[in-house]
């Protein structure tokens, strides 16, 4: 199904734009299309889940909370779609039913809160091989923003009396910061601090 829906785009692309894309251009687009679909297929299965569940909220607050440490925070990704699948499955199901059902004692959500606030300091924004960031004031700022972005995250977690909303956000800070890590690259075998193989720029 994949193949066929992406050799229908890219035949489109061919015979209806007036740009002559050659074969490496359509390649980068082929790639793009594939990533749109996929994300699009692991969203689907990933809301189904949830809904029959009875979840859906849940799963979407979670969804969101971890995706806006993402943006700026980056971090791996899955050399293979079905490892992201499983991945986003546990992590998207899993963590929110966790959030639900656990009771996490004010301590340690100051002890988590703190490591993932000083680990985004250490190691935010954590690039990917396919990703470098290269600018340097880029990877500054991006880091500014996450940190600062956590920070926020800390001080709703440890004030709100919403159990759900707390316990959703140490669990979003924890899986960013499992997405940094060196030793986490280390593990799943991809090279770290990417932007080193080019030429670091300025802005």
Known sequence: MKKRILDFCINSIKKNSDIKYDDEKLAEIRYGLEA????????????????IMGIF???LIVMVLYNILRITGYGIHAKK???????????????????????????????????????????APADTE??????????????????????????I?????????????????LIE???ILPISYK???LPYNNYKRYVYQND
């Open 157 to 173: 977690c440890l004030y709100t009396k919403n159990i759900f909303i707390s316990n959703a956000i140490i669990f979003a800070l």
């Open 57 to 59: 909220k849940e799963m």
């Open 130 to 155: 396919k990703h470098p960031l290269i600018h340097k004031k880029r990877r500054i700022i991006y880091r500014k923003i996450t940190v600062i972005t956590s920070l926020v995250y800390t001080f």
């Open 81 to 123: 779609s079905w490892i992201c699948l499983t991945s986003s499955l546990i992590i998207f199901i899993g963590c929110p039913l966790l959030a639900m059902n656990v009771t996490i004692p004010i301590l340690i959500k100051i002890i988590i809160c703190g490591f993932c606030v000083i680990s985004f300091m250490l190691y």
């Open 36 to 51: 749109i679909y996929l994300t699009f297929t692991k969203l689907i299965i990933i809301f189904a889940i949830a809904l």
């Open 177 to 179: 910061t499992g997405m």
């Open 187 to 189: 593990i799943f075998k």
